[in-house]
């Protein structure tokens, strides 16, 4: 069983306070009845005994739990633009309370302008809300690319062969962070490396961006941080979409997104995607493409019913397929593989993912539900790297089943359930195997105790069981105090562990001459014969809203650190000629703190800067060393401004930052043409995108990044011999490609049976 340095009895401490007694109160839901005679639950609803302090809100399900005065005393429900209720209470029986819409109203305007990326004052967690007018601000082909307006997260390639993006947060590789869709196991295994450029950014509705541990009913893993996408969906109405894009590289992509309400229960999402790099470009004249040519189509199949009684499910298909081709730009396919022909890489890529939502809302008592969550991945690759061949299959299923209910009031809810994640793996790199199974089984159990909207604590625990590892208890907690009704203060403290996939979450490593020496644990005999990985992370962040000659603004700052019990580490330092898998021998450490300003300068001109610092540490054979390529400090800023019709607007969108050095791995021992120096330098980054709307749903855009030109020379080191010991395309300290131009449109349109969505309540 994994031993933590803080003591597990201090975390069970927190469920031996239990929920407050429940004696002499009075409990009950308030909702609507909406046209088709089905109950909505009201948030926000005032209830309060006339001529007394005492009183409560609603809910995010609707429940209210108010102390009982006596019986002759009525009590008062309220919400504005609803009709008022006086009730006379007989007995303290559970009330079920339906206000109608008030007809004597005149009619209302609330103007509030919505922002297109927020932090969100009422979770617990400090999650950032990135919309889908955040993405458009960007060429946001692929996931990968959706964080370029967001200071959170850190996007680079992982070298200068394959073309792979990864993300960093905390400064910690992408593999650290939990990320899901629909809150549903996504990119983790062999779609760890590469993955994050298969989900087209206009298939996605919105982004859930959180750091530090998330919560156990999502699973054990997450150390760094959680990003959660949500795919479009039928049930909301969006419009039916067409997109094209075209870079002046020839990067060629088309989205096409479907949605169809077959009946009241059943509604279809269909999307599609096909993109292209068909041509070879060597812009910086090293002999190499600057990006292999490829081809991936893929497509998602997504099915809702709703009994409008309680009961939903979803059913979703995923299928993938990318062929990649790249290398010396006189590589050719059909020629030997061999030190007397040029330089290539090739990976063919086909991936299906499957899943299944069951969830159930008791009528009555709308605090009460399960659900049940089933999803699977079959992802099967061919590819090589030079004379290295590397072939890899998974097999993943992930099952999920959630209860929650209250204790003795709505102030306090738990969440149970039981989990199981099962993978198998079947890796080869040359003559070695790498094959692995793991099936771990485990139960969580999450506390929420909320006090008005001031106070909300969340403590959780989950066990899992690996048979290969042995028994894990993981423990976090997560506090949210508002200390003003615009002042919010947040804590957060929690475990995580993970078998990693040093190879598929390192694929840049194989377009290098390194030998791979995996250093193994006589402990463990399966896989890569490493040790998991196990890490605390803590944090407390900070978020004021303000309001500044009438404009609004957000100001937040966040500290967090994380704690490596286990890690394993990939040394490139050694000696350039290896690279180094082996578990920790030390201290391995993460620390970062960001501060982020959010204001609207003048109306419907936005501005965004953030100062981010890292500190991230390791012990190698070489000592206690920063961690490479990484870099220590980061400025951003985005200026973003619209003009006011919404249905023919202008929209303008620039981004800068700048980036310290970061350290680069030892080359000293090398010849001279083939070293490199400690530090990279530091350099400056800028983007930017226009957009014009049309009437009839037309919109184009055009746009370029990296304006200023700026590119790291000779990202191939030994670019000449790449048959020789020096060969490395890993060491990635900045911007490969250079200024980039961009186009592109998108038209909405909606089927003609159909309409927008009717626009209802305040504005």
Request: charged share 20%; hydrophobic share 35%; proline share 5%.
């Amino acid at each position: 069983m994994g031993k933590f340095k803080i003591p597990f009895l201090l975390f069970l401490m927190l469920f031996a306070v239990g929920p407050l007694s429940a004696q002499d109160t009075l409990k009950g839901i308030v909702a609507e009845e909406n046209h088709k005679g089905h109950l909505n639950p009201l948030v926000g609803v005032n209830v309060y005994w006339p001529g007394t302090s005492i009183g409560t809100v609603t809910d995010s399900n609707g429940i209210f739990t108010v102390e009982c005065l006596h019986e002759t005393h009525p009590l008062v429900v309220s919400y504005v633009g609803y009709v008022s209720d006086t009730l006379s209470i007989a007995n303290h029986d559970f009330l079920t309370i339906i206000l109608k819409n008030t007809r004597e109203l005149q009619e209302v305007e609330i103007s509030y302008r919505k922002k297109s990326a927020e932090i969100s004052f009422l979770d617990p967690a400090k999650t950032l809300q990135i919309s889908q007018k955040e993405l458009f601000k960007a060429a946001c082909c692929n996931l990968s690319e959706s964080f370029e307006t967001t200071p959170s997260v850190d996007v680079s390639f992982t070298d200068a062969i394959t073309g792979t993006r990864q993300i960093q947060m905390l400064g910690l590789a992408s593999a650290y962070t939990s990320v899901t869709k629909e809150n549903l196991p996504y990119l983790r295994g062999l779609g760890a490396g590469q993955g994050f450029s298969w989900l087209p950014g206009t298939w996605i509705q919105s982004i859930q961006l959180s750091k530090g541990c998330g919560s156990v009913v999502n699973g054990y893993e997450g150390i760094a941080g959680q990003i959660n996408v949500e795919p479009l969906k039928a049930e909301e109405s969006p419009p039916n979409t067409l997109n094209v894009f075209l870079n002046q590289e020839g990067r060629t992509e088309m989205n096409m997104n479907l949605f169809n309400s077959v009946n009241p229960n059943w509604s279809a999402t269909t999307l599609l995607h096909g993109s292209g790099k068909p041509f070879k470009i060597d812009n910086n004249k090293d002999g190499f493409m600057d990006f292999p040519r490829k081809y991936l189509v893929t497509g998602m199949s997504r099915w809702k019913y709703d009994s409008h009684t309680g009961l939903e499910s979803e059913i979703g298909l995923t299928a993938l397929r990318q062929d990649e081709v790249g290398g010396q730009m006189r590589f050719r396919i059909t020629e030997p593989r061999d030190t007397l022909h040029p330089y290539g890489y090739g990976m063919k890529t086909n991936r299906v993912e499957a899943f299944l939502k069951l969830g159930y809302v008791f009528p009555e008592k709308r605090y009460k539900s399960f659900g049940l969550q089933l999803s699977g991945v079959w992802h099967d690759l061919n590819g090589f790297f030079g004379l290295r061949n590397y072939s890899a299959t998974q097999y993943s299923s992930y099952s999920n089943f959630i209860y929650q209910s209250i204790l003795g009031n709505s102030n306090n809810k738990f969440k149970t359930g039981i989990s199981m994640q099962a993978d198998f793996f079947d890796e080869s790199l040359d003559s070695l195997r790498f094959d692995r199974t793991e099936y771990v089984p485990g139960a969580f159990f999450e506390y929420t105790f909320t006090h008005l909207d001031k106070i909300t604590l969340v403590a959780g625990g989950r066990v899992d069981y690996n048979p290969n590892y042995g028994l894990y208890a993981v423990p976090r907690l997560h506090a949210r105090f508002a200390l003003t009704p615009t002042t919010v203060l947040r804590l957060s403290g929690g475990a995580g562990h993970r078998t990693p996939s040093i190879i598929a979450e390192n694929i840049g490593l194989l377009a290098t001459s390194r030998t791979l020496i995996i250093i193994p644990n006589d402990d463990v005999h399966t896989g890569f014969r490493l040790k998991p990985e196990l890490a605390w992370n803590y944090g407390i962040s900070f978020t004021q809203e303000f309001s500044l000659k009438e404009r609004d603004g957000t100001f937040s700052i966040d500290f967090y650190r994380t704690d490596f019990q286990n890690q394993v580490v990939i040394d490139l330092d050694h000696n350039p000629r290896e690279v180094r898998f082996y578990n920790l021998n030390g201290k391995s450490r993460s620390n970062s703190i960001q501060a982020q300003l959010d204001m609207e300068i003048i109306e419907r001109f936005d501005i965004r800067l953030s100062y981010r610092w890292y500190d991230v540490k390791t012990t190698y054979t070489r000592g206690f060393l920063e961690k490479p390529l990484v870099a220590a400090h980061r400025a951003f800023i985005n200026l973003a401004y619209e003009t006011a019709k919404k249905d023919r607007a202008w929209k303008f969108d620039i981004t800068a930052q700048w980036l310290s050095r970061k350290r680069i791995p030892y080359t000293a021992s090398n010849p001279m043409p083939y070293r490199l120096h400690a530090y990279s330098p530091h350099f400056f980054l800028m983007n930017a995108q226009i957009s014009k709307a049309f009437k009839r749903g037309v919109e184009i855009y055009a746009g370029m990044e990296n304006i200023l030109n700026f590119m790291q020379h000779d990202p191939i080191l030994a670019s000449d011999q790449p048959y020789s010991g020096y060969f490395d395309s890993s060491l990635i300290w900045g911007p490969v490609f250079g200024r980039t131009a961009y186009a592109g449109f998108r038209y909405n349109f909606y089927w003609k049976k159909d309409s927008p969505p009717a626009q209802s309540g305040p504005k």
